[in-house]
T-cell receptor
C-alpha cells in the first residue's frame, strides 16, 4: 500500500519564480494537511482540508501561498512569487478522520531552496 | 491556547543509557497523543500513540510512553538507547476538530 506521495522531492528555484508542490494522499483518507519545517520555527501547520474543503488556513504565512485540493487524491501548495525565506521542507500528511481525532501519515517531504 | 511543550531541545546520551523525553500540553479535555520520530534526512514516522485505555503505551523499537492526565503529560521513555536512535523526536497532540499540534522537537544524539 503506497503511503503519501509528494513531488518533487527537491526543488531549487530562484527568487520570484512560482513553485508548485504536489501531494497524493493515501487512498481512502479524507483529510489532508500541509506542514512546513524549518530550523527556526520547527513544524508548522499551514493548512488542512477535510473532504477536499479547506478547514483551517490560519497557518498560511501570506497571500503568496495558496493551496488547492481539486479532488480526493490530489493537492497542491503553490508559492508565487517565491522568496529565499520560503526555503524549508514541506510535508504533506493525510488521515482518515472518523471522529474528531485521527492519526496522520506523513509523506517524504519536498525540500525547497529559493536562491 | 492549544500548545505542546517539549522540555529539552537537545539530549546527548551514551549507548545503553536510559532515555526520558518530556512532553506537556495545554488542553484539559480529551485528546489523542503521539510521538513521532524523524531520522536524519527522512520524514516523520509514528513511534506510538495514545487514544484511550491503558495510559502506558508501547511503541516500535522498544519505546514506550506514559499518559498522565493530571499532569497533562505524555513522556517518552526507552530503557537503553542505541546509536541508531539518533534522531529528532516530536510530541504531538490531536485536539478536537482534527488539528495536530507539534512540540518544537527534541534532538537526540546517541554516542557509540
Amino acid at each position: 500500500d503506497a503511503g503519501v506521495i509528494q513531488s518533487p522531492r527537491h526543488e531549487v528555484t530562484e527568487m520570484g519564480q512560482e513553485v508548485t508542490l504536489r501531494c497524493k494522499p493515501i487512498s481512502g483518507h479524507n483529510s489532508l494537511f500541509w506542514y512546513r519545517q524549518t530550523m527556526m520555527r520547527g513544524l508548522e501547520l499551514l493548512i488542512y482540508f477535510n473532504n477536499n474543503v479547506p478547514i483551517d488556513d490560519s497557518g498560511m504565512p501570506e497571500d503568496r501561498f495558496s493551496a488547492k485540493m481539486p479532488n480526493a487524491s490530489f493537492s497542491t501548495l503553490k508559492i508565487q512569487p517565491s522568496e529565499p525565506r520560503d526555503s524549508a521542507v514541506y510535508f504533506c500528511a493525510s488521515s482518515l478522520q472518523r471522529s474528531s481525532y485521527n492519526e496522520q501519515f506523513f509523506g517524504p517531504g519536498t525540500r525547497l531552496t529559493v536562491l | 491556547a492549544q500548545s505542546v511543550s517539549q522540555h529539552n531541545h537537545h539530549v546527548i546520551l551514551s549507548e545503553a543509557a536510559s532515555l526520558e523525553l518530556g512532553c506537556n500540553y495545554s488542553y484539559g479535555g480529551t485528546v489523542n497523543l503521539f510521538w513521532y520520530v524523524q531520522y536524519p534526512g527522512q520524514h516523520l514516522q509514528l513511534l506510538l500513540k495514545y487514544f484511550s485505555g491503558d495510559p502506558l503505551v508501547k511503541g516500535i523499537k522498544g519505546f514506550e510512553a506514559e499518559f498522565i492526565k493530571s499532569k497533562f503529560s505524555f513522556n517518552l521513555r526507552k530503557p537503553s538507547v542505541q546509536w541508531s536512535d539518533t534522531a529528532e523526536y516530536f510530541c504531538a497532540v490531536n485536539y478536537p476538530g482534527g488539528k495536530l499540534i507539534f512540540g518544537q522537537g527534541t534532538e537526540l544524539s546517541v554516542k557509540p
